[in-house]
T-cell receptor
Framework: DAGVIQSPRHEVTEMGQEVTLRCKPI?????LFWYRQTMMRGLELLIY????????DSGMPEDRFSAKMPNASFSTLKIQPSEPRDSAVYFC?????????????FGPGTRLTVL | ELKVEQNPLFLSMQEGKNYTIYCNYS?????LYWYRQDPGKSLESLFV?????AVKQEGRLMASLDTKARLSTLHITAAVHDLSATYFC??????????????FGKGTKLTVNP
């Protein structure tokens, strides 16, 4: 398997623009997680899905952030409008609920810079 | 609320030396995970510990879990430069079934000097 795929790998945008990050989980995994990593706050869970349904979005910082999972092989994280404080690395991870444990596999991340 | 604390947060050590990273967590769980992150890279799964007394070893790294003490350790033996990275521990609540959200520690940045 190719692992978790994220695109784009790097995104530079201006404040106020819409940003869409994309993720393809590992085939067969039914859990998908979106994280944000910054130096100041470390690794934060934003939202996670099970079988395409959002389970916990309590980590989404504010209404400017939204996430969807229209099917088992694709998810998006959208920021509209973007702000400089959104600059971070955004990771997507997936795991299999068929196991008795929760080993998550991370994608390469998207490094977002908002000017 | 489940909290995970790692110490030290920064560790500088010489090649050939041994050291231990500690991970404490606040609520009952018997599932603990260790990840490695190289600078500018993603997180890579190192160990999955699923029961009290579990011990796993890979090369110069050995992880153990004491669920009664709510403590996991990552022991480094005879460190080499290639082990320089940030190491995270993570815990999930011991709920029935498979995946749940992980709570990560802040990470331990390890630098191994020649």
């Amino acid at each position: 398997d190719a692992g978790v795929i994220q695109s784009p790998r790097h995104e530079v945008t201006e404040m106020g623009q819409e940003v869409t990050l994309r993720c393809k989980p590992i085939s067969g995994h039914d859990y998908l997680f979106w994280y944000r990593q910054t130096m100041m706050r470390g690794l934060e869970l934003l939202i996670y899905f099970n079988n395409n349904v959002p389970i916990d979005d309590s980590g989404m910082p504010e209404d400017r952030f939204s996430a969807k999972m229209p099917n088992a092989s694709f998810s998006t994280l959208k920021i509209q409008p973007s702000e400089p404080r959104d600059s971070a690395v955004y990771f997507c991870a997936s795991s299999s609920g068929g196991l008795s444990y929760n080993e998550q596999f991370f994608g390469p991340g998207t490094r977002l810079t908002v000017l | 609320e489940l909290k995970v604390e790692q110490n030290p947060l920064f560790l500088s050590m010489q090649e050939g030396k041994n050291y231990t990273i500690y991970c404490n967590y606040s609520t009952t769980s018997d599932r603990l995970y260790w990840y490695r992150q190289d600078p500018g890279k993603s997180l890579e799964s190192l160990f999955v510990l699923l029961s009290n007394g579990a011990v796993k070893q890979e090369g110069r790294l050995m992880a153990s879990l004491d669920t009664k003490a709510r403590l996991s350790t990552l022991h480094i033996t005879a460190a080499v430069h290639d082990l320089s990275a940030t190491y995270f521990c993570a815990v999930d609540r011991n709920l029935q079934g498979g995946s749940e959200k992980l709570v990560f520690g802040k990470g331990t940045k390890l630098t191994v000097n020649p």
